[in-house]
């Protein structure tokens, strides 16, 4: 238990989801996860439904690890509001089909929300986006970019294995032995330092 945290996957349109927040720091949980696909009919960031939850985080100082895209503003706007919230931007915003210059497009609307000091962002994920076999080299200028604005600081490592583009091993080595531009002291960051600051 002193190494093992759970980030919660909650249902905001569920009821029961305001006791659960009420009750959050008992629950076990440090934090929250919230996904709003952009193929829902109607985006939860957009018709209410999430409106409730983002006061009560705020309140909390929850860790809430967000994936939204193509709603960036969406994102931009609600920690602008609520800046106790510490942000964690899932897979870099990318959606599920994101490759190539669409990749490219994703990562040049995403760099803006650096202005927002309490945004981080997953650098997860990012094997399932490549058009190329193992280090996944068209990945690699992203990957500096995210760093170069947000940085190393608030720079999260992850894989997102459920995708299966790649090995667990593959996950680190791309980024411990195929990154030359990371400083040792960026990687440590990037490698857990910067997820244990940020979540706790």
């Known amino acids: ?20 927040l009420a009750d959050w720091p008992s629950s076990g949980f440090i934090g929250v996860r919230l996904t ?5 009919k109607v985006s939860w960031l957009q018709d209410g439904t999430a409106d409730w939850f983002w006061p009560e985080a705020n309140r909390l100082a929850l860790p809430v690890m ?5 709603q960036l503003d969406a994102i931009s706007r609600i920690a602008g509001a609520h800046p106790k919230i510490r ?4 897979h870099m915003n ?6 190539g210059e669409t990749v490219a497009r994703a990562v040049d609307a995403l760099l803006p929300l650096a202005q ?5 962002i997953k650098v997860s994920a990012l094997p399932a986006h490549s058009s190329q076999p193992y280090p996944f080299r068209d990945m690699h200028r992203h990957i500096e970019r995210v ?9 999260l490592w992850g894989t997102d294995l459920t995708r299966k583009a790649c090995s667990y091993r593959e996950a680190i080595t791309m980024f411990t032995e195929e990154l030359p531009f990371l400083q040792p002291a960026q990687l440590e960051q990037i490698m857990g330092d910067s997820a244990t600051r940020w979540i706790g």
Do not use: C, N
């Open 147 to 155: 760093v170069t604005s947000f940085g190393a600081e608030r720079t």
């Open 87 to 90: 942000f964690i931007v899932d």
């Open 1 to 20: 238990p002193e190494r093992f945290r759970v980030m919660g996957i909650f249902g905001l349109d569920k009821p029961e989801g305001r006791a659960l």
């Open 94 to 99: 990318l959606f599920v089909e994101d490759k």
């Open 116 to 120: 927002h000091p309490k945004i981080a």
């Open 66 to 70: 967000i994936w939204a895209p193509q």
């Open 36 to 40: 709003f696909p952009p193929y829902r």
